[in-house]
């Protein structure tokens, strides 16, 4: 099993450019998250899913749309991005809470993005 | 959910016990804590979590206390590569959302 994957590992935008950000994971796993995290903190979620067809909002959900059209997989897209998105993108998996106690989430590499 | 408190960082010498404690003083009935970890750069790796009980699996142990307003985590023999940013978290499931707050975490040294 690969586990959760990150497309891209780095990538590097202009103010205003879009971009998607692609999780998949193997597992076949009804929860999927995503994080980012900044400098010196913890991870914030961004967005999150239940289940295919299902997103909802975390944290720090503006600036950001997600889709969960397959079950495997979660795209994370910016439309416009700005500065303030640059950061470390994170994307996550985890049984449902029916299946498991929630709480095991297996974590993707991260996505390492810059926007000038 | 709960906030947790935990301390910025820590030392351990290696092959000893490190010993990770973390607040919750807030924490309800229904939450359980969980500990995680992220070595540099890399995405977090869960440990262990637990309800009221101690827990224990082959990385680590959890010591919950009674009032379950406290707790710690112990990793029996601390080695190089258990250096890493350990995060205590306090959730329970709701249909209001996942809002995990992971804070910021120990970071914890272990010397050789």
């Known amino acids: 099993n690969a586990g959760v994957t990150q497309t891209p590992k780095f990538r590097v935008l202009k103010t205003g450019q879009s971009m998607t950000l692609l999780c998949a994971q193997d597992?076949?796993?009804?929860?999927m998250y995503w994080y980012r995290q900044d400098p010196g903190m913890g991870l914030r979620l961004i967005h999150y899913?239940?289940?295919?067809?299902?997103?909802a909002k975390g944290e720090v959900p503006d600036g950001y749309n997600v889709s969960r059209l397959k079950k495997q997989n979660f795209l994370l897209g910016l439309e416009s991005a700005a500065p303030s998105q640059t950061s470390v993108y994170f994307c996550?998996?985890?049984?449902?809470?029916?299946?498991?106690?929630?709480?095991?989430?297996?974590f993707g590499p991260g996505t390492r993005l810059t926007v000038t | 959910d709960a906030k947790t408190t935990q301390p910025t960082s820590m030392d351990c010498a290696e092959g000893r016990a490190a010993n990770l404690p973390c607040n919750h003083s807030?924490?309800?009935?229904?939450?359980?804590v969980y500990w995680y970890r992220q070595i540099h750069s890399q995405g977090p790796q869960y440990i262990i979590h637990?309800?009221?009980n101690n827990e224990t699996n082959e990385m680590a142990s959890l010591i919950i206390t009674e009032d379950r307003k406290s707790s710690t985590l112990i990793l029996p023999h601390a080695t190089l590569r258990d250096t890493a940013v350990y995060y205590c978290?306090?959730?329970?499931?709701?249909?209001?959302?996942?809002?995990?707050?992971f804070g910021a975490g120990t970071r914890l040294f272990v010397k050789a």
């Open positions: 996550a998996s985890s049984y449902s809470f029916e299946e498991r106690e929630w709480g095991e989430q297996y």
């Open positions: 637990g309800l009221k």
């Open positions: 978290i306090v959730r329970a499931y709701n249909t209001g959302g996942f809002k995990t707050i």
């Open positions: 807030t924490i309800s009935g229904n939450e359980y």
């Open positions: 597992m076949n796993h009804e929860y």
């Open positions: 899913s239940v289940g295919e067809g299902t997103t």
